[in-house]
């Protein structure tokens, strides 16, 4: 079965160091992997999307994650964090064989950036 | 940009209560899914749609729920008989193709449902 597993619920940056966000994932195909991030009052935004091509995906403002599957990882970074970045994040797994797309979440991870 | 929007962005309702939830997907998008968030748990595939008719459902939606695309526009979640545990915020999503593995979902901002 598809699951993932985000291992920090919180973590906080000062504006301007490196930002790591977390996610293992467990799959018994070659998964398709997200990160979608969430602003107050506003919906889920994809920010990057990995399906076997290359294992460093870029996505939106900065953000990159590095799909390693003998760790079954697949944690997002940023060089430097902005105040804008302040926000929740999902690691997101695609759906059994099979299926019509549906994803599996994570619990995610409210990112803090202190001025 | 397009987005997926949804209303009510809240609504609260009596136990037992009917409720509908709203959902304008992408103009040109053919597949639509809801997902809910129970306060503190995971975002959780309830259903996905297409060619009016279900085609996919968790283990969640039960007879209670219900889907419809009653226009070219709205795509409705329907809870028939609302309980307690039903306080969640509701997400709609919606693909441009046929909801192929791997393919982005675009999301709405969410509905948070309070049942008392």
């Known amino acids: 079965a598809q699951s993932v597993t985000q291992l920090d619920s919180h973590v906080s940056v000062s504006e301007g160091t490196p930002v790591l966000l977390r996610c293992n994932y467990s799959?018994?195909?070659?998964?398709?992997l997200f990160w979608y991030v969430q602003h107050p009052n506003k919906g889920l935004q994809l920010l990057l999307k990995y399906t076997s091509a290359a294992t460093l995906v870029k996505g939106i403002n900065g953000f990159e994650a590095e799909f390693k599957k003998s760790e079954t990882s697949f944690h997002l970074t940023k060089p430097s964090a902005h105040m804008s970045d302040a926000a929740e994040y999902f690691c997101?797994?695609?759906?059994?064989?099979?299926?019509?797309?549906?994803?599996?979440f994570g619990k995610g991870t409210k990112l803090s950036v202190k001025p | 940009e397009p987005e997926v929007t949804q209303t009510p962005s809240h609504q609260v309702t009596q136990m037992g209560q009917e409720v509908i939830l709203r959902c304008v997907p992408i103009?040109?998008?053919?597949?639509f899914y809801w997902y809910r968030q129970i306060l503190g748990q995971k975002v959780e595939f309830l259903v996905s749609f297409y060619n009016n008719e279900i085609s996919e459902k968790s283990e969640i939606f039960d007879d209670q729920f219900s889907v419809e695309r009653p226009d070219g526009s709205n795509f409705t979640l329907k809870i028939r008989s609302t309980k307690l545990e039903d306080s969640a915020m509701y997400f709609c999503?919606?693909?441009?193709?046929?909801?192929?593995?791997?393919?982005?979902?675009?999301f709405g901002p969410g509905t948070r449902l309070l049942v008392l």
């Open positions: 997101v797994v695609s759906g059994p064989r099979g299926s019509q797309g549906n994803l599996i």
């Open positions: 103009s040109n998008h053919l597949y």
């Open positions: 999503a919606s693909t441009p193709y046929g909801g192929r593995v791997g393919e982005t979902q675009y």
């Open positions: 799959s018994s195909y070659s998964p398709s």
